[in-house]
């Protein structure tokens, strides 16, 4: 390879690879959309396509992004009507698909984002260039952090290899297979253990500091509490890991009693028979990969 080709290889910014598109759900974000917005217009490299999907906001969210978008052409605005009900997952993701439906296949990576951040100048480009120089990475994002007491935080409700839901990107293979994103509670867990599954990379950036403005899970309604034990089901955890996954997250969220609601979820959805997002075969992979991980923290 000459020299000027392993530069293009290295720098997307320079080379014909490179192209991202992002969907961004948003429900009656008009306090954060322009801030998120503003944040992408002065990244280092600009995205080709911005898709803003307004799911049913009864505030100004559509007139923020559609004044923005005057000045900005690659930044358009998706209506979508559904329940108010705040669930997560589902709505989340059900939004998304309606705006990646409106794009074409002409991107090397495809991102979900909310409408509550606001990222720093080189994000993009950083993800960009973790993707060229290892084909192998099928996902890569950063670290969120949260504002308390005057200072940015580290929002510390997971593993740190793993990418929050709030800004996820995906190498368009590693999209395809692992068969878009799964409109249920979980769906940004399914979607790693899944690239995993199929031999892709998951990669963390902790230099890539992400302020989430809104604290997660805000706007939950009381009848979502289940929905992570149901998750767990979903993902074919099985009852062991359930238990250790709900101490773990009802530890970081400082509130135990959660414990109890996770466990009623769980069989809740057994009870029900509900449907498992993933395969037997992927099921077994997962439970032995999340067994594996739990035995490297104990020893």
Known sequence: MNTSKLENALNPSIGDWGTYYIVIPAHNEEAFIALTLQSLLAQTVLPKKVVVVNDNSTDKTAEIVTALAKNHPFITLVNKTSEALHLPGSKVIQAFQKGFETLDAHYDVIVKLDADLILPNNYFETILNTFAKDPTIGMAG??????????????????????????????????????????????????????????????????????????????????????????????????????????????????????????????????????????????????????KKMQQKLF
Not at 159 to 164: A, C, E, P, Q, V
């Open 142 to 291: 950063g670290f969120a952090y949260i504002e308390k007491n005057g200072s940015w935080i580290l929002e510390n409700l997971t593993d740190k290899d793993h990418i929050r839901g709030a800004f996820k990107a995906y190498r368009k293979e590693c999209f395809i297979q692992i068969g878009n994103l799964k409109p249920a509670m979980g769906w940004d867990t399914v979607d790693e253990l899944l690239s995993k599954f199929y031999g892709w990379k998951v990669v963390t950036n902790p230099s890539l500091i992400v302020k989430h403005l809104k604290p997660t899970g805000a706007n939950y309604n009381k009848t979502a509490r289940y929905k992570q034990g149901e998750a767990f089901y979903t993902l074919g955890y099985g009852f062991l890991i359930t238990s250790i996954a709900s101490a773990k997250l009802a530890i970081l969220k400082k509130k135990p009693l959660l414990f109890i609601d996770y466990i009623n979820g769980f069989w809740k959805a057994k009870a029900a028979k509900t449907p498992l997002l993933v395969t037997t075969e992927q099921a077994k992979f997962i439970r032995k990969y999340r067994l």
